[in-house]
């Protein structure tokens, strides 16, 4: 059996549940009210780490979990439909979360070398790396804040994640463009 034969059997457990039907009724309004950006290192998994259920957040990952161009374009998007769809519900709070620990950190001169021979951008390699996230995420947090394409009502916070002990720390506290 391969690893995708598991998890569709894993899927028809799923689908044999009630979860589908506590799925948020606005799909781009989560559950929790949370969009999380974070890293893809799979110790990073904001459902474990937030005590999630289906539904909660949505949860864009990326290379250190930076706040990257693809990011900023999902939340211009999620924050237009509210704007456009559900201009009097609530809005989301954003959780940028980078991690000890990361693996972006061995993204030395040799492995970015080696990415450029494939063809790639070691470029954004270097950019993206985190080495202590208490100095990454506040810049990742000051980008989500003077995003013009993000509505100045959501609130932007930042964390680091320990992935030793398993606490966050809160880097940012929350506040939105419209706190100045």
């Not at 990952?61 to 201009?87: C, F, M, N, Q």
């Not at 990742?140 to 995003?147: A, F, R, S």
């Amino acid at each position: 059996m391969g690893r995708m034969d598991d998890l569709l059997q894993r899927n028809v457990r799923f689908a044999a549940t009630d979860a589908v039907d506590r799925a948020p009724k606005i799909p781009f309004i989560p559950n929790r009210q949370l969009f999380v950006i974070t890293c893809l290192d799979p110790r990073v998994d904001p459902a474990f780490i937030f005590d999630l259920s289906f539904g909660d957040a949505i949860v864009s990952r990326s290379l250190g979990g930076r706040v990257t161009p693809a990011a900023i374009l999902d939340l211009a998007w999620i924050s237009y439909l509210h704007e456009i769809k559900a201009p009097d519900a609530d809005w989301f709070d954003i959780a940028v979360v980078h991690h000890t620990d990361c693996g972006m950190g061995f993204a030395d001169a040799e492995l970015r070398r080696g990415f450029r021979e494939r063809g790639l951008d070691d470029a954004a390699l270097a950019d993206n790396a985190v080495f202590d996230p208490t100095q990454t995420v506040p810049v990742d947090v000051e980008k989500l804040l003077n995003t013009p394409q993000v509505s100045p009502k959501i609130r932007v916070s930042g964390y680091a994640y320990d992935v030793k002990t398993g606490k966050l720390a809160t880097v940012v506290p929350p506040r939105s463009r419209d706190d100045g």
